[in-house]
């Protein structure tokens, strides 16, 4: 009976631990997409920036006189254009939607990997329920005969699912963060919103990262 136990427990035991490396190794992914995204944030809040970014300030007598003494037609028509070239202006709306493109492109990314980290937690919650049914049989063998001896991999495997489950809560959460940021971007939000969108990306406070890193310390 005690060498059914033990390998009832140690295959449940090795059969999600493959699960769990594959959850982190998702995990890292998104973390990974996160780092590229907020650079397209920034690409995208940088663009704006440069397209309202204030003229020169033609009041001031300094200025007057080197605009007085440097005149053209080339720099009226700068002047007249906001102090900003008509290539550099397409040029930087074009960035502006590039970035937002991509930012698109990263929610879907990271959308498909919440999918594949769904799979895995059901896959995780499959081998706990089957320990737990392993468990009670065993138990109710070992009544009749002696005293039960509850297997040390069952609690392993449970702890496993258990923290699964709630990094992939802190992710999914600062997905839905991320998800209304993009949503909310376009060429009237404001500097200061922009700021805080970047501040909110970068800090990820919905992620509490000792607990990822526990997790990643469980696996050699």
Request: hydrophobic share 40%; glycine share 4%; charged share 25%.
């Given at each position: 009976?005690?060498?059914?136990?033990?390998?009832?427990?140690?295959?449940?035991?090795?059969?999600?631990?493959?699960?769990?490396?594959?959850?982190?190794?998702?995990?890292?992914?998104?973390?990974?997409?996160?780092?590229?995204?907020?650079?397209f944030l920034t690409g995208f809040q940088k663009?704006?920036?440069?397209?309202?970014?204030?003229?020169?300030?033609?009041?001031?007598?300094?200025?007057?006189?080197?605009?007085?003494?440097?005149?053209?037609?080339?720099?009226?028509?700068?002047?007249?254009?906001?102090?900003?070239?008509?290539?550099?202006?397409?040029?930087?709306?074009?960035?502006?939607?590039?970035?937002?493109?991509?930012?698109?492109?990263?929610?879907?990314?990271?959308?498909?990997?919440?999918?594949?980290?769904?799979?895995?937690?059901?896959?995780?919650?499959?081998?706990?329920?089957?320990?737990?049914?392993?468990?009670?049989?065993?138990?109710?063998?070992?009544?009749?005969?002696?005293?039960?001896?509850?297997?040390?991999?069952?609690?392993?495997?449970?702890?496993?699912?258990?923290?699964?489950?709630?990094?992939?809560?802190?992710?999914?959460?600062?997905?839905?963060?991320?998800?209304?940021?993009?949503?909310?971007?376009?060429?009237?939000?404001?500097?200061?919103?922009?700021?805080?969108?970047?501040?909110?990306?970068?800090?990820?406070?919905?992620?509490?990262?000792?607990?990822?890193?526990?997790?990643?310390?469980?696996?050699?």
């Open positions: 009976m005690e060498g059914n136990e033990g390998k009832s427990t140690s295959h449940s035991y090795e059969e999600i631990r493959p699960t769990f490396s594959e959850f982190l190794s998702r995990i890292l992914k998104i973390e990974e997409l996160g780092a590229v995204g907020i650079k663009g704006l920036e440069f397209l309202r970014r204030p003229p020169i300030n033609d009041t001031s007598e300094l200025v007057q006189n080197i605009i007085k003494a440097n005149e053209t037609k080339r720099l009226k028509s700068y002047m007249d254009a906001g102090y900003i070239t008509p290539h550099d202006r397409v040029q930087r709306i074009s960035d502006v939607k590039m970035c937002l493109q991509r930012l698109h492109e990263h929610l879907s990314k990271v959308k498909q990997l919440l999918v594949e980290l769904e799979c895995l937690l059901d896959d995780a919650g499959v081998v706990v329920k089957a320990d737990c049914e392993t468990s009670c049989y065993y138990d109710l063998e070992q009544e009749k005969t002696a005293p039960a001896v509850p297997p040390s991999r069952v609690i392993d495997d449970a702890d496993f699912a258990s923290l699964m489950a709630v990094i992939y809560s802190m992710v999914k959460q600062d997905f839905v963060m991320q998800e209304r940021v993009v949503s909310s971007l376009n060429l009237t939000t404001s500097a200061g919103e922009l700021e805080s969108y970047c501040l909110m990306w970068s800090l990820r406070p919905m992620v509490n990262d000792d607990v990822v890193h526990k997790a990643l310390r469980l696996v050699p």
